[in-house]
């Protein structure tokens, strides 16, 4: 049974909207009642974008630190640690992407005609210089004649932004909103000379594309896998335990993860964090009409079987029972109905949702679930299933399927095109 709170939520949100609403909400209690339900229920009201609004909110996406400097240079001390060992190539090992597009013509043809030193932490500064390493802000001064980074941030794009690599691999045009699975942020914030050697221990472990954003709170360490900030408009809440809206998250990730000064306060996690001036708040809305700006771009058409996929969305339609939670029509999931699940009734571990304030697993709105070299798993919060293949056994145990070994490849081939 959905549990009161959400209920009183469907009704309060019933009442704000009016009379369509009020006949919306029941149809959402319906569904309620019926749990998972059928796959036609109604979509999210989508009011239209304020273009104005989504071009503030990309310059805030990418370039705002919410003053976050204060933890990464005058806390963690990261610009003397890029200054003294980062080389462009260090930096592209770690995952660290490069925009094309930052770069004078000349810079470009000095790459290409191999006279740039990517060995040189010096090539970092310049490059930081130039506004070019995506999602890390770098204030370079001149210095007895040289140029000198003094300070270092991080943005949003940090981990929900990667390039094209039509430069060179790393190297390339904007992708905003695709995670960034090449990022070994906790191998980055391992090179910080202020923490601990046990936190170390613990930043070292995540891996590349994943990453922990409840250790700093519960000490727990368990990471997961850096999830696209797009496709995410007619989702009514977010993160893989739905715990509230993108801007309750946003401002969560700046202020408690970023370390930007803003205010982020939540009883039920006993979280109070007052950083002023707060710089974040103000903020929010672009930024959130900014994400949701942001189309799940289509996969290319000569990289999916297209009558495979055809006969597996059959396959994910009917026999194969996705569509129940993955509801086609709402973005692949059911938490517009207010449904989430316990994290066995989806066979997941529970250990991640219970540090969350919901405690269940959201159907996760499947989106750029494969487009390698960018996303191709791992795949469930955790990444416990490493394959499309994977997902499926998963599914075909939990739900005692039985499918044929063409209606499996049929229907990973249609979960690439999603
Ligand atoms: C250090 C890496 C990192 C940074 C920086 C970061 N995020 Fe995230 N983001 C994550 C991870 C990891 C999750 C998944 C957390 C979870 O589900 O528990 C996430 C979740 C999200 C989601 C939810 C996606 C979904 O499927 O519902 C959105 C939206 C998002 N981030 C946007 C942002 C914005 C906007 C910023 C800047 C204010 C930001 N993130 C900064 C790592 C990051
Ligand atoms: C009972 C509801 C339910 C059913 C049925 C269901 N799923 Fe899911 N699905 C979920 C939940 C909840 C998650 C999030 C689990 C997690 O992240 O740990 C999920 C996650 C996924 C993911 C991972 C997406 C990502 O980016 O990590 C894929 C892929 C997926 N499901 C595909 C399927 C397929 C294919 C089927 C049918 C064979 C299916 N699901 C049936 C609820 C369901």
């Known amino acids: 049974m959905p549990s009161p709170d959400i209920i009183v939520q469907t009704v309060a949100t019933a009442r704000r909207l009016g009379r369509a609403g009020a006949v919306a909400g029941v149809l959402l209690l319906s569904a309620l009642v019926l749990k998972c339900g059928t796959p036609t229920g109604p979509p999210l009201p989508l009011p239209p974008l304020d273009p104005e609004l989504v ?74 210089k130039l506004n070019a390493v995506v999602g890390v802000m770098g204030t370079v001064e001149t210095v007895e004649g040289r140029d000198t980074l003094v300070r270092v941030g991080i943005t949003c794009a940090l981990c929900h932004s990667t390039v094209d690599n039509s430069f060179t691999e790393g190297i390339g045009g904007r992708l905003d ?17 202020a923490i601990t050697p046990a936190q170390k221990e613990v930043y070292n472990s995540w891996g590349p594309g994943m990453y922990d954003a409840r250790f700093s709170i519960d000490g727990l360490n368990i990471p ?55 710089l974040v708040t103000s903020k929010l809305p672009a930024l959130r009409e900014y994400q949701h700006s942001l189309e799940t771009p289509a996969a290319d058409a000569g990289a999916v079987d297209e009558a495979a996929s055809q006969r597996g969305r059959a396959v994910f339609n009917g026999v194969a029972q996705c569509a129940t939670c993955h509801i086609p029509t709402e973005s692949f999931t059911d938490v517009n109905r207010g449904v989430l699940h316990q994290p066995a009734a989806v066979g997941q571990d529970p250990a991640y949702a219970a540090r969350s304030i919901t405690k269940q697993y959201r159907t996760t709105p499947l989106r750029l679930v494969f487009r390698p070299p960018f996303t191709q798993g791992p795949y469930f919060h955790d ?36």
Request: hydrophobic content about 45%; glycine content about 8%.
């Open 224 to 278: 997961v896998v850096m999830p696209p900030a797009l496709g995410l408009r007619g989702v009514s809440r977010e993160i893989y335990t739905g715990d509230d809206t993108l801007s309750y998250w946003n401002a969560y990730v700046a202020v408690t993860q970023m370390h930007g000064r803003g205010r982020f306060v939540d009883p039920r996690l006993g979280i109070s964090v007052v950083h002023s001036p707060d």
């Open 55 to 128: 071009a503030e909110g990309r310059e805030i996406f990418r370039f705002d630190t919410f003053g976050d400097e204060t933890f990464w240079a005058d806390t963690a001390r990261l610009h003397e640690v890029i200054t003294q060992a980062v080389s462009p190539e260090l930096a592209l090992q770690v995952g660290l992407k490069v925009d094309a597009d930052a770069l004078p013509q000349a810079v470009k043809d000095a790459i290409l005609a191999g006279e740039v030193d990517l060995t040189s932490p010096a090539t970092t500064v310049t490059l930081l």
């Open 177 to 193: 909103g695709w995670p960034n699975r090449d990022l070994n942020v906790g191998a980055i914030i391992a090179l910080s000379p």
């Open 383 to 418: 990444g416990s299933a490493a394959t499309l293949d994977a997902v499926v056994d998963h599914y075909v145990a939990l739900l005692g399927l039985s499918l044929t070994a063409q209606q499996k490849t049929d229907l990973v081939e249609y979960l690439k095109t999603l």
